[in-house]
């Protein structure tokens, strides 16, 4: 079964330094999504792609994080520099298309930032 | 836009006893509504789902109907067991906002004692 893949599974930073993310979404899905989950509540938006196109980045800290998709398949997100409150887990989802579409998630990088 | 309430945990439960986890929503006009399971260090699962009033969502024993006049969505089981165990959460999409992003609960921690 096709699943979404997310590296690193684990990251320890310091504050100020830069980190990246990876996902690698479910071929043929054009949709993904970045989401953030702190320790404790549910998943909350940072930014979706339909194909290579940002359609909602309300939610993201645009001074320090960056998102990319740039061939419309596999997707980058950047913090730069990491802030102690910026510790959580990302997570990483993809489906066919938005609404109606389910979307698939990824196991998640944990970032902790000291 | 849309929002989703659900029941607070942690919810602590012997094997074999019954399940049910309180989820009420806020929404403009009738969206789809699911139960995500996150078991521990990993993702977010799908685990039932239900696209139109009076649709009942199931899967491994798990139960949600889609009441309209109650704007609820409760997870119900009636026998668990320790593999049971994860952070369940209710989410319905954000029409109001990016087209198709899911809005989460803040998450019911069910732990399962044998």
């Known amino acids: 079964e096709a699943e979404v893949a997310q590296s690193p599974r684990y990251k320890i930073t310091e504050k100020s330094q830069a980190v990246a993310f990876w996902c690698d979404p479910i071929?043929?899905?054009?949709?993904l999504y970045w989401y953030r989950q702190i320790l404790g509540q549910g998943p909350e938006l940072l930014v979706q792609?339909?194909?290579?196109?940002?359609?909602?980045d309300s939610q993201l800290p645009k001074d320090r994080f960056s998102a990319e998709r740039l061939k419309g398949v596999d997707s980058t997100l950047k913090i730069q520099p990491a802030e102690l409150g910026d510790s959580a887990m990302y997570l990483c989802?993809?489906?066919?298309?938005?609404?109606?579409?389910?979307?698939?998630f990824g196991p998640g990088t944990r970032l902790t930032v000291t | 836009g849309n929002s989703v309430t659900q029941m607070e945990g942690p919810v602590t439960l012997s094997e074999e006893a019954f399940l049910t986890i309180n989820c009420t929503y806020t929404a403009t006009g009738y969206p789809s509504l699911f139960w995500y399971v996150q078991y521990p260090g990993e993702g977010l699962q799908l685990l039932l789902k239900a696209t139109k009033a009076d649709d009942k969502g199931s899967n491994k024993g798990f139960e949600a109907t889609y009441r309209k006049e109650t704007t609820s969505f409760h997870l119900e089981k009636g026998s668990v067991q320790v593999s049971d165990s994860a952070v369940y959460f209710c989410a319905l999409p954000n029409y109001g906002g990016s087209q198709g992003n899911l809005i989460f609960g803040k998450g019911t921690k069910l732990s399962v004692k044998p």
């Open positions: 989802a993809s489906s066919l298309g938005a609404i109606y579409y389910e979307q698939y």
């Open positions: 792609f339909q194909d290579e196109s940002v359609v909602d």
């Open positions: 071929s043929g899905h054009a949709t």
